[in-house]
Structures are given as structure tokens and as C-alpha cells.
């Protein structure tokens, strides 16, 4: 007989487990998904008495797609800046957030309720129907306990992603986390890596380093130096001429195309907050041609734009990439820097007609000013350019968005992540941008840190703003929020494939069913159990619509 002192409870995904407090969430055994999601769910334990070397074995016909992980608690100095009513804590300690190889069994600590994630990759095809899944917790060899879940697969495909994404890459903080030269063999398999995690998750937009971006970086200060493209300078100043070489971008476009990135981020052309300098660019021989010294409008790199921008198009176009790339003038430019980023903005869009310019910002006046065809507005500035009726429009979210709209910082309840695919849909958005995957330093990358113990940026950022992935061993390692975040662009594509079988309105009707008003990014149920009925109700429609 299974100890009476061991407990074991089924639970969804959207449910933090922290180790310091009762277990009050409701239990889940049963639940749908669509053939080609990725499915997860939680089996929680605690013990009374210290166990060591925990096993977790799984009876299933579908064993072989399913991966079980420890969710380890990590710590959090700085979990909010301001908060709302909607957080689960608002004090320093110990949070659930990182999803952990089990490698020589579980630990059970005394009286501390932990968990295990539960992911289930459902195959494309040849799955459907009921599946029971079994899992047995043994301390050697001896039966803890068993968790028992039964997931319904509905015999529908879940579509391609039509949301384009981006969280943005940053190349250089993987070679200072690991301590490997940049672009060296070691640090090219650790960026494919970490590139093809960030598909997984959803991510098809690639933030690409042409040049060193001109991202969370001090004035006056740097970061280490990332350029994809060789640069030889001919000649001085106003009248120098430069030879591109581009067999590094190239390279990291074939390593892209072969983790499945759809889309090309060209990193920022101009610096951020402003548009007054450029980005750090430096020779083939390592000397620095522009950077902070360098006005952005100057002669110099007006005339380095106007051989560079050229030759790139040149590339993109014998590489047949011009249906796959995206270009920034300047990262978060404020009504004050409205003239400052209008040069620059007109310095290099003669060059790059009929690419998309996509860049976040919040004042409607760089749209109406033609300098932003897809402006990305943050969800909580949204509705202005929502009444516009603007196509194709993206929003986002970062450190301000932390009242009442969707965020994902550890201090979140996880339906607040979730829900974003629900808003995403509603609002008929076309994109989304976040600016942290793996962002390991401090505010304005003044030193680096470890992610495992100082998760807020040096207290700069809410932990959980600056990462998705933890750098493990050699590679990343997921996190609750990178799995729930993917489950909201799952909902997405859910609904927009019910959307193709009985139209929008019945199932905006469908999502909102019992509810008073329509959601909106600040409006919306904050019931967990308020998703997995609302993805329940489109799963049962698409299953009748499609038998």
C-alpha cells in the first residue's frame, strides 16, 4: 500500500505551486487538445517526512511524446514595481518558474508541496481519440502514489502560427554567459540552440544582428560586439567607401532556416529612447567606425547608409529573403523625439521601400507621419490606434505593463500570461513583440548575471520580464512561463481555426459566452478554469464541425 504521509494532485498548468503555502487550486484529470499542440499539466506532491531519489514513471500509449520535468523554485528580489490586484504575491522569496531536467530523482523537502510539468507533444497525425496517461512516483523502487490523466484529442489539425513574433534575441549574452568567443564553433551551436528553442515557443520573427543593436545599452556604454556583417572602411570620414561582406549573415540565415524561423528582425538601424546616435559598427579589423560619438544624421553615416542599405538589399534579394524581412528605425521614441526619428527614418526608408517597417511606440503621430507602417503600440496604449482601424496592427508589453493588462512576471498568475491568446484573437492582431528571450545582464547591460539566482536585472526589471529560457549546462532550459505563453498563442490559432469553419462572429460569441462585456487588453476573466472551459467549448465546436 501506497504511505499515507505522501499526497499527490493532479492539476493544470495554470496553477504556481510554491513551496511556503497550502494547495487550494482545483484539481484537473481530463482535458482537450487538437492534434499537433503541445499539451501540459501538472502532478503536484508533498511529503511529510524528507524523501530523497523519487522516481516519476509513465504508463501511456503515448509515453514516447511525453516529457516530465521538475518545476525548481527560483529566487526573486524584485518580483513588481507597482502592483495591481490581480498578483499572487507581492513580497520577495521563492518562486515556481523553471522547468529542470529530473536527472537522479525528485526531493520531496518536508511539509512543501512541489510539482512535476507534464508536456505532451501531440503528433500531427495518426493520434486521436482518448488517451489515458499514468504516472507512478516510487522511492526505490516502493509505490508513492499514482497520478492518472485522460486527454481527449480531437481529430482536427491545430493550424500554422499566422502571428508573426518576436522576443528578442540577444546573440551576445549567450557568449558571455558561457564564455565563448562570439561566432565561435561553441557559440554558433549554442545560438542554434537556443534559436530553435525560441521556435518552439512560438517565435518566428528573428532579431538579427546586422550590427551590435543599440538595445538596453548605457550611454556611452557598450556591449559586447555581435555584427553579422564585415565591414572595410576605404577613405576617411564624409567621403569614405566601405565593402560589405555578408557570409556571416549568411550563415546565420541557413542556421535560422534550419530551426524554422519564417522572418528576419533586422536590428535597429538608429539608438534607442531617441534616434540621436548610431549603433556600435566596427571594421573588419576591430575599430569602431560609429557608435555613441556618431550623430545619427551626420554626414558620415548618412553616407555609410547610403552604400550599406543598397548592398543589403542586394543580398536579401539574391537570397530571395525580401518577403521575410522586417526593419526598425528606433526602439520606444517618445512625442519629444518626433523630429529626431523622422531624419532618421527618412535617411533610410528610400533605400528599403517595400519593407515593412515595425518599431514600438505609443503616440499615433509617427503613423500619421507615414514613419511606421505597423506601429506596435504596448497593450496598455493599444486603444487609440485601435479606433483607427489600423491593419495589420501588433502591440506589447514589457516592465510598464503591469496594471490590469497581460503580463507574465513570476508575481503573475499564470492565466494572466494565458490570456493574451484569447486578447490576440479578439483584437485580430497581427503581431507581437516582447523584448526579452535571453536577456542575461543588468538594466543597460552594465554587467552580466546569473539568471538561476538574480532574476530581476540587477532590481531593474519584475522578475520574469528580462528571460523566457534559463541557460543551462549547454542549452536552454523552459520555464512555466515560456509553456504557458505558448499555450496562449495556441489559443490563438485554436480559434482562428474555428473562425475558418463557421466564421468570426459565432466564435467571438463562443470565446465571450457568459460574459457581461466583450474582453479587452484591460478587461477581461481572470479565472484560470474560465480558460480551459472557454479552449473545452472550441474544441467540442471545431470536433463537431470537422467530423
Sequence with gaps: MPPTDFQIRVLPSLTKVFGDE?????????GTALRGEVYSFQVAYRSESLRKQIDVEVDSDLAKYIQIREVALVPSDLPGIRFDRHVLRTTPGM?????????EGLTAPPGQWRAVW???????????????????????????????????????????QKLIHTSWFHT???????????????????????????????????????????LDTAVGGERPTVQLVDVTRQGRGGSADYVFNFARLDRWVRMADRCGVRFFEMSHLFTQWGAKHCPKIEDTEGRKLFGWQSRA???????????????LVRYIDRRRLRKRCYFHVSDEPSIAHLDNFTAAAQMVQNHLRGFPFIDALSNLEFYDRGLV????????????????????????????????????????????????????YRYDLAGFLHWGFNF???????????????????????????YLVYPGDDGPLDSIRSEVFREALQDQRALQLLENLQGRDKTLALLEKGLARPITMKRYPRDAQWLLQMRQRCNRRIAALSG
Design 22 to 30: 497550502p494547495l487550494t487550486d482545483v484539481g484537473s484529470r481530463n
Design 95 to 103: 518562486y515556481p518558474d523553471l522547468l529542470q531536467p529530473i536527472e
Design 118 to 160: 507534464v508536456t505532451l507533444r501531440i503528433p500531427h497525425r495518426t493520434v486521436s481519440g482518448k488517451h489515458r496517461i499514468e504516472l507512478q512516483f516510487r522511492e526505490s523502487r516502493r509505490l508513492l502514489g499514482t497520478a492518472r490523466f485522460t486527454i481527449d484529442i480531437v481529430d482536427a489539425l491545430l493550424p500554422r
Design 172 to 214: 551576445d549574452c549567450i557568449a558571455t554567459h558561457y564564455g565563448d568567443p562570439v561566432w565561435s564553433p561553441n557559440h554558433w551551436r549554442r545560438v542554434e540552440s537556443f534559436v530553435a528553442s525560441a521556435v518552439d515557443h512560438g517565435i518566428n520573427l528573428l532579431l538579427t544582428p546586422l550590427f551590435t543593436p543599440p
Design 297 to 311: 544624421t551626420g554626414v558620415a553615416y548618412r553616407r555609410f547608409l547610403d552604400q550599406f542599405l543598397p548592398a
Design 373 to 424: 507602417q505597423r506601429p506596435i503600440p504596448s497593450s496598455d496604449h493599444i486603444e487609440p490606434f485601435v479606433k483607427r482601424d489600423i491593419k495589420g496592427l501588433w502591440t506589447y508589453y514589457c516592465v510598464s505593463q503591469s496594471q490590469e493588462v497581460s503580463n507574465r512576471f513570476f508575481c503573475m498568475p499564470s492565466a494572466r500570461n494565458r490570456i493574451l491568446g484569447s486578447q490576440l
Design 440 to 466: 542575461y545582464y543588468t538594466q543597460f547591460s552594465r554587467r552580466p548575471v546569473d539568471p538561476f539566482r538574480e532574476t530581476d536585472a540587477g532590481k531593474a526589471f519584475p522578475s520574469g520580464d528580462a
